[in-house]
């Protein structure tokens, strides 16, 4: 009989281990030839095929099916022959060229070599002994530093009795019982593992010890174990012993090492705390440590090399970086530089007076939010931790040598400021070494900074439990260095390269983070302060939030009273008419309540139109005194810029008529003004799109826009609307109310894009129930032709048939864009963008002294948006921080019944990958809707699922214009369902709504969870 072949688990990649059965291509007793396929196996990369190249017959015992295999190991055998074919039994799972280790051999491993005896020392009458207690989860022993009570002393519970270094800092040893305080007691400097004895409590002051400042090795720790006490044996304190002692090493924490692995790891210098126990019951053995990769690297294998002298001891906080060091070996490290230049985050962290390496840590959390893979870390075998706490280790040198991480936790949410208090606390308990455990206990990432020690470059070596570590190095011509040292079995390469490039932008625009450092007006012989271009609601009140902090501030508005477009086209006199269509509407409702006789309203158009502009002219006027009163200087004139920080004001378009645009000026007159700071606030004038017909209409009245409409001198019969917005779905619905006949055309499938669909929907369907008014989307005008008073909308209708509406004007609402040009934005470097004025959330241009709000920002058109930019580009330029935040921003749409939205609906909600449910009640079982029969509509509700936050309100009600206050303060206060719950709403008010949804979906949400 000739030997059997063995088949071995083949190595079928440079990386792979191990390799799991997936099947077997033949049976035991199949005739096997050169280069038959006999199973498939799962490597780490793909399943694979093991051949043969060896004839004869499959025999067993093959290893099942889903077994792991070690590569080498045997999976099955050939043998020459039919009739030597092994048929029974599978092979067990790892077998192994070589002989496992049997329990039983570690046992008589360790009686081969017995730990000497332990001696007791106990002083007579001893109630307590004094061991060196575990102060960390990674310190084995501690050196003595100081005894702070002497032999003989009376000892209260609580007392500190004496200082000892651990591998971290110098912390005290507390005592919890009483007693006199004896000998035998440890040297002072001298090294004792934890659980081992430092000292004795005894009863009575005459049982005290004075002589003999030792601890013999009987003093162990307690027999709790069932292992035997190692101990150096010696009679003073526990050496520390290099690799390749023969002292055991110190016992694992919360777990258990046969003696012979710890006989091994002591010889090898392993730390059993690094190493996973897969003996019964998770107990280290031999093979364990053996197999450690803190074993290959931690000096199992390192060569002493022949120097001359005898070398010292490490203390403790050198070996503890030692081990740490050399178990980082084991880590499949990649570095990635990116150079950022640090010189605005020193500037800003110097403003805030907050420390330039706080500044970087917070730094460093921010960009883990968008990258949060840096800041997992590896565990063996084969585990990711994922973490989203960012805690951030920060190497600092000790006083008297040494490096100390303490670790600034919560980077990634914490403040700048309480980071900055923390680390100043933290700074110096690191420096003498006095930090707490859990002050340097589990850092998520690391950073050190040796810039600061004009080093140029360097690399760091991040540490076991972490992914990477960020070394800074100084500064140069191309800016400062930062590198990275990552574990590549958590991230790669672009991970890495992604999350540099994202801290290099928040290092290189802290302002985006950190908020204004300061006000935004350089110093300069400016005429103002701050200049601010337009007098509407954006303007107005920005200048009068500058004016209020005693800024110098000029408002330069090219109309005679301020108001901008809001008061005098916009809001204010849509909404006198509104007032009025309101009437007519109301009085044709009141039958069902049994008031009678009012149903044939009758409009005034002249009267209409005298109160109109007498509220428009008195709101002017206050404005205006206000803004005086306030000392802004208000000038009239149209302002260009020179530079980025000068501007023309050409006043010779100037006139008194506020009602109408004003017109452009020749430049002819004027004055020229320097500033520090600019906020450009002009607005968006209606937009006219290319339809044939439409401009020339314009110039008739044939077409009317939101700026001309206000010219008409009498209800028209007919009128076409063109654009399903905000205005022109006002716009058609008040004429309609007036007793025109109307048709709005509208080119998208709905109207009102910024309008939760189906609040939209609900509209388009009462506004079509109204007699004179009809409303068709996917509309597409043709042209538009005739003279005012005969004029022929020509369209195309969904169904694709063309059609002519006569009418006497067509008012075009197609949107409204803002008119740069006039502007002259490149004279002072200041960037658009889709014909739009680029802004972020601090209302701060690509110019950091130069601002832009309001319609010329684009976004959502409102004039209440307008007024919070311009609030935000005050308090930026005045140095404070305030943002706008357009997802708690809102609008009302007003028609009957009215559409209002604030927050965001379902769909934006889901989009910023918030889980959301939603609420809504219809208006037609409210009591209040009941009784004045305004039951069209609903409340919609849309709430965060896991923190129960109202992140959306939406309305088509009737009065929405004040029930939207509730859903802003809601929405804007980050109010919780439980919170609108069990506020108490006033009897009968459509409020209650509120309440009632509110308790309606936290029920649905508590049923739904219990499922
Ligand atoms: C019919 C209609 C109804 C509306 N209804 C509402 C509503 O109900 N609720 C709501 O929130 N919003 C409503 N709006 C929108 C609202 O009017 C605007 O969003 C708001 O006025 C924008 O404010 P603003 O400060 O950005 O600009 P504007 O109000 O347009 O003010 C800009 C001012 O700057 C002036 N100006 C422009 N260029 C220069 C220059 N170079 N130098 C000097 N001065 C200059 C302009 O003439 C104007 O006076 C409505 C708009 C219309 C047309």
């Given at each position: 009989m000739s030997e059997p072949y063995v088949i071995k688990m083949p190595q079928l990649s440079d990386t792979m281990t191990e390799g799991v059965v997936v099947s077997w291509e033949k049976n035991i007793g199949d005739k096997i030839e050169r280069g038959d396929i006999v199973a498939t196996v799962e490597t780490d990369k793909a399943i694979m095929d093991v051949e043969v190249f060896r004839e004869g017959y499959l025999s067993g015992p093959v290893s099942e099916v889903d077994s792991t295999i070690p590569v080498g190991g045997a999976m099955a055998y050939i043998v020459a022959s039919a009739e030597e074919v092994q048929k029974e039994g599978a092979a067990p799972v790892a077998v192994s060229e070589e002989t496992p280790v049997e329990p039983a051999q570690e046992e008589s491993a360790s009686t081969a070599a017995p730990a000497p005896a332990p001696v007791s020392a106990e002083p007579e009458g001893a109630v307590n002994t004094i061991k060196m207690p575990q102060l960390s989860d990674t310190m084995t022993e501690g050196i003595v530093v100081e005894w702070t009570k002497s032999l003989g002393d009376k000892i209260e519970r609580g007392d500190v009795v004496a200082q000892v270094e651990t591998d971290k800092a110098i912390m005290d040893v507390e005592v919890f019982r009483e007693g006199y305080l004896s000998g035998p007691m440890t040297e002072i400097d001298s090294v004792v593992p934890v659980g081992f004895a430092m000292a004795y409590l005894v009863e009575k002051e005459d049982q005290v010890v004075k002589e003999g400042a030792v601890v013999q090795s009987g003093g162990a720790p307690s027999s709790s174990s069932t292992e035997e006490v190692a101990s150096s044996g010696s009679a003073t304190s526990h050496q520390i012993q290099p690799a390749g002692s023969s002292t055991p090493a110190a016992r694992p924490n919360n777990k258990y090492a046969t003696p012979l692995a710890r006989k091994i790891a002591g010889q090898s210098g392993v730390d059993l705390n690094a190493v996973q126990g897969n003996g019964p019951a998770g107990v280290i053995v031999a093979s364990d440590v053996m197999g450690s990769s803190a074993s290959a690297a931690a000096g199992a294998t390192m060569l002493e090399a022949p120097v001359p002298g005898n070398g010292r001891a490490m203390n403790a906080m050198e070996k503890a970086i030692s081990r740490s060091m050399s178990s980082s070996l084991s880590m499949p490290t990649f570095n990635v530089t990116v150079n950022a230049v640090p010189t605005a985050l020193i500037k800003a962290s110097k403003k805030k007076g907050v420390s330039v390496t706080v500044s970087i840590a917070k730094a460093c959390g921010l960009a883990m939010l968008k990258h949060p893979t840096m800041n997992w870390c590896y565990q063996p075998t084969d585990k990711l931790v994922e973490r989203s706490n960012v805690d951030i280790g920060m190497a600092v040198s000790a006083d008297g040598g040494g490096l100390v991480v303490p670790v600034l936790r919560g980077c990634e949410s914490n403040s700048l400021e309480a980071m900055n208090d923390e680390w100043k606390e933290l700074l110096g308990r690191a420096r003498s070494r006095r930090l707490k455990p859990d002050e340097y206990a589990n850092p998520t990432f690391m950073v050190s900074n040796m810039g600061m020690l004009g080093v140029s470059y360097f690399d760091a070596i991040p540490t076991p439990g972490t992914a990477a570590i960020l070394a800074i190095a100084a500064a140069g011509t191309e800016g400062m260095p930062m590198t990275i040292t990552a574990d590549h079995r958590v991230v790669n390469g672009a991970e890495v390269a992604l999350y540099l490039n994202t801290l290099k932008g928040l290092i290189e625009q802290p302002e985006t983070w950190m908020g204004p450092t300061g006000p935004a007006v350089p110093e300069g012989d400016w005429d103002y302060d701050a200049i601010i271009i337009g007098g509407g609601p954006g303007g107005e009140d920005c200048a009068r939030d500058l004016a209020a902090h005693g800024m110098k501030v000029a408002m330069v508005n090219d109309s005679p009273y301020p108001g901008g477009e809001c008061l005098w086209r916009g809001c204010i006199p849509s909404k006198a008419w509104r007032a009025a269509a309101d009437k007519i509407r109301d009085r044709a409702h009141d039958e069902h309540l049994g008031v009678e006789g009012t149903t044939k309203a009758k409009l005034n158009w002249n009267k209409l139109e005298k109160t109109r502009k007498h509220v428009l002219e008195t709101r002017g006027d206050m404005a205006l005194k206000t803004d005086k009163g306030v000392k802004i200087k208000v000038i009239q004139g149209f302002a260009r810029f020179e530079s980025d920080h000068t501007l023309f004001v050409d006043q010779s378009g100037n006139n008194d008529n506020p009602h109408q645009r004003a017109p452009n000026g020749d430049r002819s007159k004027g004055e020229k003004l320097s500033f520090g700071c600019a906020v450009i606030a002009t607005g968006a004038p209606p937009f006219v799109p290319p339809i044939p017909g439409a401009h020339d209409g314009l110039t008739d009245g044939a077409v009317l826009t939101s700026d001309t409409?206000?010219?008409?001198?009498s209800v028209p019969k007919r009128i076409g609307v063109i654009g399903g917005g905000a205005i022109g779905m006002e716009m058609a619905q008040i004429f309609q109310d007036f007793g025109s006949k109307v048709l709005l055309l509208e080119g998208q499938e709905r109207i009102l894009a910024e309008v939760e669909p189906e609040i939209a929907k609900h509209l388009t369907a009462v506004l079509n129930d109204d007699p004179n008014l009809t409303i068709q989307t996917s509309a597409s005008v043709k042209s538009i032709k005739g003279k005012a008073g005969a004029v022929k909308l020509i369209y195309t209708s969904d169904d694709g048939k063309d059609h002519t509406f006569s009418c006497d004007h067509v008012i075009m609402a197609t949107g409204k864009r803002p008119v740069l040009e006039p502007l002259q934005l490149d004279k002072a470097g200041i960037e658009s963008e889709n014909g739009m004025i680029k802004a972020d959330i601090r209302s701060r241009t690509n110019v950091p002294h130069i601002f832009a709000v309001g319609d010329v920002i684009g976004g959502l058109m409102l004039a209440h948006t307008a007024g919070q930019q311009g609030r935000v580009a005050a308090a930026t330029i005045l140095g404070e921080d305030m943002t706008y935040d357009q997802d708690k921003d809102s609008g009302v749409i007003f028609t009957r019944p009215e559409a209002a939205f604030v927050g965001l609906s379902m769909d934006q909600a889901k989009s910023k990958g918030i889980d959301a449910a939603e609420v809504k009640m219809p208006m037609s079982i409210d009591a209040k809707a009941m009784i004045t029969n305004e039951t069209h509509g609903m409340i919609k509700m849309v709430v965060d699922k896991k923190s129960h936050r109202v992140v959306g309100v939406h309305y088509l009600a009737d009065h929405a214009d004040t029930l939207i206050g509730e859903g802003v303060m809601i929405v804007s206060g980050d109010m919780t369902l439980e919170q609108v719950a069990h506020a108490i709403h006033p009897h009968p008010t459509q409020t209650e709504m509120f309440g009632e949804m509110a308790r309606r979906l936290l029920s649905r949400l508590r049923r739904s969870k219990k499922k």
């Open positions: 409409v206000w010219g008409l001198e």
